[in-house]
């Protein structure tokens, strides 16, 4: 199996997590809504508990948790409900041009009901500037929804900037924060965020299962149903609950928090290595994204002189994106490169490398040298074909 470097599209399942969540699976298998029994109130006990693991990280209430099955229904419920019914009004929406294609679709769903949305422009670093948001804010503008860290570029907004202003205006702010819960610290009160959502997946839980924050207080969050059913998670998450995923989260969250420092350091060390030696060995590279305001175990190379598809053919020793989001018949750039300012061609010979918990040091250096190999093999092919 290839060397996997690709922690941003998912995280493998942590044995501990995988120890709490088998009980839940074979003998625990109750309904956490059967309340006239033991099999219901002790997976009911294991929901609060992981709803208790997963407030404690990030900062929030129990209340404020609602379980979903990821970041992609929590972003749905999360943005759809703050947005409400448009009741013959034009209400206004802001987000980013280069939020996850999820929050994009959302929002193409949302001017198609009647809704105003804007797309703000990003800084070459692919940040959300607080001056560009301030001047978006109309008096009809309802909710604001901002990626915490970007799931290519890796590039960390300043949300805490970003709350002031719709505080300010009287103005929800949602956050996902798929990417950011799980590799960095992130406090929903200290930030002034009013919704935002996580998953599993990306933090070494199940597949699966994520959480909406929904905050209670100063101000209270209020949202409009988007799927009906009982009454489960307020009603705003209707349906059994998945127990298993849901105790695979709430102990993911756990050992985040207690390792935290320790494996953000970690992973940190390991990526600068891989940074240091391919800058070394390679040369004529752009790093995309922040230099400094990063994800600790994001690097977005873009290899100059090299043709995409031999690119990624020769790099398969290393499990990585290519970074640039290609679809097969269309071959276009990603939107977010485009959005910082890389250009067509630079942007589809792009390696988005994420190294994680399991990633160990010989596993850089030999990651390392296959990328070395790789684009002195596709140059010099890119080479003779400018020669003939």
Not at 41 to 50: L, Q, R
Not at 93 to 121: D, M, Q, W
Not at 299 to 315: A, T
Request: charged letters at 20%; aromatic letters at 6%; hydrophobic letters at 40%.
């Amino acid at each position: 199996m290839p060397i996997y470097l690709d922690y941003h599209a998912t995280t493998p399942v942590d044995p501990r997590v995988m120890t709490a969540m088998l009980p839940f699976i074979s003998e625990n298998f109750g309904n956490p809504a059967s309340s006239t029994h033991a099999f219901g109130w002790k997976a009911e006990s294991a929901v609060n508990e992981a709803r208790k693991q997963v407030a404690t990280l990030i900062g929030a209430k129990e209340k404020e948790i609602i379980f979903t099955s990821g970041a992609t229904e929590s972003n749905n419920l999360g943005i759809l409900g703050a947005m409400g019914d448009t009741n013959g009004q034009t209400p206004h929406f802001i987000t980013s041009e280069i939020e996850h294609s999820c929050v994009l679709a959302i929002s193409k769903e949302l001017e198609n009901r009647g809704v105003e949305v804007t797309y703000l422009p990003v800084n070459k670093f692919g940040q959300v500037e607080p001056t560009v948001l301030l001047k978006s804010i109309k008096a009809n503008t309802r909710l604001v929804s901002i990626m915490f860290a970007n799931n290519e570029i890796g590039s960390i907004n300043n949300i805490l900037e970003l709350s002031k202003i719709t505080r300010q205006k009287e103005v929800l702010l949602h956050v996902d924060a798929a990417q950011a819960v799980g590799k960095i610290p992130v406090d929903v009160y200290d930030f002034g965020i009013d919704l935002l959502s996580l998953s599993a997946h990306k933090l070494y839980g199940p597949k699966g299962v994520g959480a909406l924050f929904v905050r209670s207080q100063e101000p209270k969050v209020r949202l409009k149903s988007v799927i009906f059913g009982g009454g489960q998670e307020r009603g705003i998450r209707p349906g059994t609950l998945n127990v298993p995923g849901i105790v695979g989260l709430g102990k993911a969250c756990e050992l985040f928090r207690l390792d935290m420092t320790e494996e953000i350091q970690r992973t940190k060390k390991l990526r600068d290595i891989l940074e240091t030696e391919i800058k070394k060995n390679v040369g004529d590279i752009v790093i995309n994204g922040h230099p400094v305001e990063r994800l600790p175990m994001n690097l977005n190379i873009s290899f100059c002189g090299c043709l995409p598809d031999l690119l990624l053919e020769n790099l398969s020793g290393i499990a990585v994106s290519s970074g640039s989001a290609c679809t097969s018949a269309s071959m276009q750039a990603s939107h977010v490169l485009r959005a910082i300012g890389v250009s067509e061609e630079l942007a589809r010979s792009t390696v988005r490398f994420g190294v994680g918990r399991f990633t160990s040091e010989e596993d850089i250096y030999k990651a390392c040298e296959i990328v070395s190999s790789a684009v002195k093999k596709c140059r010099s092919v890119k080479f003779k074909e400018l020669r003939t």
